[in-house]
C-alpha cells in the first residue's frame, strides 16, 4: 500500500507541478517584464535630408515595469558628442514584442529629439533589443540587466 500511496501523491504532484507552469505560461508577458536598471548600446544611421548620418552610443535606463522609461545617454551623433536625459513609454505584448516612444532631452543643439522603437523581450526581461521604426531611422539598441550574468 506504501508503494501506491507514494505513485498517487507523486503523481498528483506532478499534475499540480504541470497545472502551476501552465497557468503561469498562459499570461506571457506584460510591462511587469521590463523593470529595472539596464546598461545599453546602441548604433546605425539616420536619414537627414537624404544624407546618412552615424550615431553610435550608449546608457542607463530606468523601466519602472508599469510602461514608464527614464535615464541619461551620451552618444556621438554626425560625429558630435551628446549628451541627453530620456524619459519616455512602454508598452509590452504578451508574446514579448511592444513598442515605445522616447524624448531625448538635451542642452546641445542637435541632439535631442523624439523616435518610436519596436521591441522585443529576451531572456525574460534581462534583455531587450531595439529598432527605431520612423523613415530614416536605421538604429538598433541593446539594453541588459544590470546585474545579471552574461
Known amino acids: 500500500m506504501k508503494v ?6 507523486a503523481g498528483a504532484l506532478s499534475l499540480l507541478a504541470y497545472a502551476a507552469v501552465s497557468h503561469a505560461l498562459s499570461f506571457g ?42 535615464g541619461h545617454e551620451s552618444y556621438v551623433f554626425n560625429g558630435s558628442p551628446c549628451t541627453a536625459t530620456v524619459s519616455g513609454t512602454y508598452t509590452v505584448s504578451s508574446d514579448g514584442s ?9 542642452g546641445t543643439a542637435g541632439c535631442g529629439d523624439g523616435f518610436t522603437q519596436a521591441l522585443a523581450i529576451a ?13 530614416g531611422q536605421e538604429v538598433t539598441e541593446t539594453w541588459r540587466l544590470q546585474g545579471s550574468p552574461f
Open 4 to 9: 501506491a500511496a507514494t505513485v498517487i501523491v
Open 29 to 70: 508577458f506584460s510591462n511587469r517584464n521590463i523593470h529595472g536598471t539596464y546598461a545599453g548600446v546602441l548604433s546605425g544611421v539616420i536619414l537627414q535630408n537624404g544624407t546618412p548620418l552615424n550615431v553610435v552610443g550608449s546608457g542607463i535606463f530606468i523601466a519602472d515595469g508599469k510602461g514608464n522609461i527614464s
Open 98 to 106: 511592444g513598442s515605445d516612444s522616447i524624448t531625448l532631452n538635451s
Open 123 to 135: 531572456d525574460g526581461g534581462h534583455t531587450i533589443v531595439f529598432n527605431n521604426n520612423g523613415p
